[in-house]
């Protein structure tokens, strides 16, 4: 009786610990299904400043959840920099990216200053591997760009939309 009671539990038990978090300096509060590590560090930028970035990530329940984010110079840089970010997750799995009016949306996170290159996408690479699907949205606020991310082994419509739509940008 005792062991079925604990299987009992373990079945209640959630996969993802959901929790409130504000990654330092990324002017973001969101909630994560794990405690995420951070790193930052400093690029040169066009006029000699350095850029600051910063990457939040962890995982949970076979999956990768990440935020990055970066601080740019100027405001023309912001739609470019969105294109940019999107473009390189493609590139690494080696997909196309979808035409803007087949498979993306908008990504407008609380806060967000509007941009029609914030977008939210699905891509999947051609070969399967646990992180072969990644769901991700690019935004920005003010001069400050982000990359919400979650890679793994499939698509999961739920979980992204809970990560992605707590997502408050200060």
């Given at each position: 009786m005792a062991a079925f009671a604990a299987l009992g539990l373990a079945a209640c038990t959630p996969a993802l610990d959901w929790r409130?978090?504000?990654?330092?300096?990324s002017g973001a509060?969101?909630?994560?299904p794990c405690k995420p590590l951070h790193q930052e560090r400093e690029l040169p930028g066009r006029s000699g400043r350095p850029l600051k970035m910063g990457l939040a990530t962890c995982e949970a329940d076979g999956r990768q959840f990440?935020?990055?984010?970066a601080?740019?110079?100027?405001?023309?840089?912001?739609g470019p920099a969105l294109r940019r970010m999107r473009?390189?997750?493609?590139d690494k799995l080696d997909v196309p990216l979808p035409a803007p009016e087949s498979g993306a949306?908008?990504?407008?996170?609380?806060?967000?200053?509007?941009?029609?290159?914030a977008i939210q996408l699905s891509l999947s690479a051609a070969r399967p591997?646990?992180?072969?699907?990644?769901?991700?949205?690019v935004f920005a606020r003010g001069l400050r760009v982000y990359q919400l991310s979650m890679l793994g082994p499939r698509l999961d419509e739920a979980t992204w939309a809970q990560w992605l739509g707590s997502?408050?940008?200060?």
């Open positions: 409130e978090l504000s990654p330092p300096q509060t969101l909630l994560w990440a935020l990055s984010w601080d740019l110079e100027d405001p023309v840089d912001v473009q390189a997750v493609a949306s908008a990504a407008q996170p609380i806060g967000a200053t509007p941009q029609p290159e591997g646990p992180r072969a699907h990644t769901q991700l949205a997502v408050r940008l200060n």
